[in-house]
C-alpha cells in the first residue's frame, strides 16, 4: 500500500450554485413574481370596476334620474361595465391558472435542488470519512515501515525508494497469479519459473547459511557439480 497515495489532497465538493438547475429555479421564481403582481392588478381592476359599476346601479334604482337620456346614458354605462367586469374577471382567472402552473413548476424545481443537496451532504460526509480512514491508514502504515525499513539493507531500500518515486508511490506490490499488483502486468510464464527458482535457491542458501551459523551437520546428498556451476554462473560473472 502507498502512503502517497494515503495522503489525499483536499478536493472541494462541487457547489450547488453552479448547476444549471439554479437558473432554472431563479427563471421560474421571477414568472412567479410577475404573474403574482399581474394577479394582484387584475384583482385592483375588478374590483375598481365592480365597484363603479354597483354605484351606478344604486343610482339607477334610486330613481334620482330625471332625464330619460341621461337614465338611458346610465343603463348603458351599466351594461358596458357588467362586461369590462366579466371580461377582467376572465383575464384574472387566466393569470391564477397560470400562476398555479408556475408555482407547481417552481415546487418541482425545489424539490429537485433539495434533493440534489441532500445527495451533496451525503457525499461531503462519505468523502470526509474516506479522508479519515487514509489519513488513519496511512498513520498505521507510516509506522509499520518505520519499524520494517531499519531491518532492511541501505541498498535495497534505497532501490525501494527510487521505485516509489518512479512508480507514484509503489516501491514494492504483491505477485497474484502471475499478475503485478503494484504495474498490473502480467508475467509470462518464463517469467515465473525465474522468480520460482530464484526463491528457491535463496531459501536453500538461507537454510545452508543457518547450518553453517549453527555448526550443525547437514544431511549429505549427492551433488552435480555442472549443475551447480550452471546455476551460480550468473553470480559469478557479476562477482568478476
Known amino acids: 500500500m502507498s502512503i502517497d497515495n494515503l495522503a489525499l489532497p483536499p478536493v472541494p465538493p462541487p457547489a450547488l450554485g453552479d448547476h444549471p438547475l439554479r437558473d432554472r429555479i431563479v427563471a421560474s421564481e421571477t ?46 354605462e351599466v351594461g358596458s361595465l357588467a362586461r369590462r367586469q366579466s371580461d377582467l374577471e376572465d383575464a384574472e382567472l387566466e393569470v391564477m391558472e397560470k400562476l398555479e402552473d408556475a408555482r407547481g413548476a417552481l415546487g418541482v424545481l425545489t424539490a429537485e435542488r433539495d434533493e440534489l443537496r441532500a445527495q451533496l451532504e451525503a457525499a461531503e460526509a462519505e468523502r470526509d470519512a474516506a479522508w479519515s480512514d487514509a489519513d488513519r491508514d496511512g498513520e498505521w502504515v507510516g509506522g509499520e515501515r518505520a519499524k520494517v525499513a531499519p531491518e532492511i539493507p541501505a541498498e535495497l531500500l534505497k532501490l525501494y525508494e527510487k521505485l516509489r518515486e518512479d512508480h507514484n508511490g509503489v516501491g514494492a506490490a504483491a505477485l497474484h497469479q502471475r499478475r503485478c499488483e503494484g504495474c498490473r502486468m502480467e508475467l509470462t510464464p518464463t517469467d515465473i519459473g525465474r522468480i520460482r527458482d530464484a526463491a528457491l535457491r535463496a531459501s536453500t542458501l538461507t537454510g545452508r547459511l543457518l547450518t553453517f551459523a549453527r555448526g550443525s551437520i547437514g544431511e549429505p546428498r549427492v551433488l552435480d557439480l555442472n549443475l551447480l556451476v550452471r546455476e551460480i554462473e550468473p553470480l559469478l560473472r557479476r562477482a568478476v
Open 31 to 76: 414568472e412567479v413574481d410577475d404573474l403574482e403582481r399581474a394577479q394582484t392588478k387584475a384583482e385592483a381592476d375588478v374590483e375598481q370596476v365592480r365597484v363603479r359599476a354597483a354605484r351606478d346601479q344604486e343610482l339607477l334604482a334610486s330613481g334620482r334620474v330625471a332625464s330619460a337620456k341621461d337614465l338611458e346614458n346610465l343603463q348603458h
